[in-house]
């Protein structure tokens, strides 16, 4: 998807989404009121963003391995670690509503697919030590320096495993009972992405929440989204349009919600 395309689907979202007026289910006028829209200011996000702008500075190159579709912006496989947080990290507002997730629903594990440098990482695991993020990330480099900013704020309940989702998803999934979160924000291609929502929507239960990145990053990212959506274990969905929320509460409608954020 082109740039230009990308602005223009976006300047139709601003247009096209509602507020909480439009929200007729009570849970989730008061999901989006206390938790999306929500300001409080927590006091670890000074500590994460501490990090973030560490790494927008960071003149250090490492070495990239692409295992999904790539990056827009740069095509080398040498990259400074400034460059890969301007380009890739979410911006703030993002991670700290990962943050609010997690502290809202205090949900027993995580599951993040795609650590780049690890700031997301953080936020969903800053809210509570109780809470067990396990984060995968592909590229051996980037999963280094996440580790290190792991270290830094001192963060315990962090599993960080260096391996492809292909290959880590069947077995973690075969000694998992359930899944509580599941963000998925690695290797956006439609397929793929389709495919590790598959294996893990047979783990999920009624009070799951599954967060997609990036669903209008691409046409097969939208794609990707609308088949999600259809999803028979699929109730209430949250389009936030750079990230989308999955409900399988049975107490909820079948319904999609195109919300200001």
Same mark, same amino acid.
């Given at each position: 998807?082109?740039?230009?395309?990308?602005?223009?689907?976006?300047?139709? %979202?601003?247009?096209?989404?509602?507020?909480?007026?439009?929200?007729?289910?009570?849970?989730?006028?008061?999901? %989006?009121?206390?938790?999306? *829209?929500?300001?409080?200011?927590?006091?670890?996000?000074?500590?994460?963003?501490?990090?973030?702008?560490?790494?927008?500075?960071?003149?250090?190159?490492?070495?990239?391995?692409?295992?999904?579709?790539?990056?827009?912006?740069?095509?080398?496989?040498?990259?400074?670690?400034?460059?890969?947080?301007?380009?890739?990290?979410?911006?703030?507002?993002?991670?700290?509503?990962?943050?609010?997730?997690?502290?809202?629903?205090?949900?027993?594990?995580?599951?993040?697919?795609?650590?780049?440098?690890?700031?997301?990482?953080?936020?969903?695991?800053?809210?509570?030590?109780?809470?067990?993020?396990?984060?995968?990330?592909?590229?051996?480099?980037?999963?280094?320096?996440?580790?290190?900013?792991?270290?830094?704020?001192?963060?315990?309940?962090?599993?960080?495993?260096?391996?492809?989702?292909?290959?880590?998803?069947?077995?973690?999934?075969?000694?998992?009972?359930?899944?509580?979160?599941?963000?998925?924000?690695?290797?956006?291609?439609? #397929?793929?992405?389709?495919?590790?929502?598959?294996? *893990?929507?047979?783990?999920?239960?009624? #009070?799951?929440?599954?967060?997609?990145?990036?669903?209008?990053?691409?046409?097969?990212?939208?794609?990707?989204?609308?088949?999600?959506?259809?999803?028979?274990?699929?109730?209430?969905?949250?389009?936030? %349009?750079?990230?989308?929320?999955?409900?399988?509460?049975?107490?909820?409608?079948?319904?999609?919600?195109?919300?200001?954020?």
């Amino acid at each position: 998807m082109s740039k230009l395309k990308f602005l223009l689907n976006y300047t139709k %979202y601003r247009f096209k989404s509602d507020n909480e007026h439009d929200i007729h289910s009570p849970y989730l006028y008061e999901f %989006y009121n206390d938790v999306i *829209c929500d300001e409080t200011p927590f006091y670890i996000y000074e500590d994460i963003e501490s990090i973030r702008a560490k790494l927008l500075l960071t003149e250090m190159e490492i070495t990239i391995e692409d295992h999904g579709a790539g990056s827009k912006v740069n095509k080398s496989n040498t990259r400074k670690i400034k460059d890969i947080a301007r380009n890739t990290l979410k911006p703030k507002k993002y991670g700290q509503l990962l943050f609010r997730l997690i502290n809202r629903f205090k949900p027993d594990n995580v599951l993040e697919l795609g650590t780049s440098l690890g700031v997301s990482t953080l936020y969903l695991a800053g809210s509570s030590k109780k809470v067990k993020v396990t984060t995968v990330e592909g590229c051996p480099s980037t999963a280094k320096v996440a580790k290190i900013n792991f270290d830094k704020i001192g963060f315990n309940n962090i599993e960080l495993i260096n391996d492809t989702f292909d290959h880590f998803l069947p077995g973690y999934l075969a000694k998992t009972d359930r899944l509580d979160v599941v963000f998925f924000d690695g290797n956006h291609q439609e #397929e793929a992405t389709i495919n590790y929502f598959n294996l *893990c929507v047979e783990k999920a239960h009624s #009070e799951s929440i599954f967060i997609f990145d990036d669903i209008h990053w691409s046409e097969g990212m939208t794609a990707a989204w609308e088949t999600i959506k259809k999803h028979p274990k699929v109730t209430s969905t949250i389009d936030l %349009y750079f990230m989308g929320i999955v409900f399988f509460n049975p107490d909820l409608s079948k319904e999609e919600f195109l919300l200001k954020f």
